[in-house]
């Protein structure tokens, strides 16, 4: 199984079938779930979306998943920018921006 270096599941340890079970397939053992320490509150302000967020908080877009794990009372990442369900008679189906809620933000890699 091939793996990018610098990929999210680079130190995820592999998944090996034991002898006793032919049908298993070979792959990635589940990731532990992460939870960074937020140390800021950032206010959501109209059209961000969490790898801008990335980007100005770390200069890394990439690492938004640190942003979506620090908050995880969202089932999908995007949900901590935008609600689900629209509210009562507005005309757009996708849900509305939420304005003015707060995320947390974690540092950008956690100190040993």
Do not use: C
Not at 33 to 55: I, K, M, T
Not at 87 to 92: E, L, Y
Request: zero cysteines; a negative charge; glycine letters at 4%.
């Amino acid at each position: 199984m091939a793996i990018l270096k610098g990929s999210f599941y680079e130190a995820v340890p592999v998944f090996e079938a034991e002898a006793a079970e032919p049908r298993a397939f070979r792959g990635l053992r589940a990731r532990p779930p992460e939870r960074p320490e937020p140390v800021l509150e950032h206010s959501v302000a109209l059209r961000q979306r969490l790898d801008a967020l990335a980007h100005h908080y770390y200069a890394d877009s990439r690492a938004w998943r640190r942003i979506a794990d620090t908050n995880p009372e969202a089932l999908f990442a995007e949900d901590l920018l935008f609600d689900p369900e629209p509210p009562p008679g507005a005309p757009d189906a996708n849900g509305r921006e939420r304005l003015g809620e707060i995320i947390l933000i974690p540092r950008r890699r956690e100190v040993s």
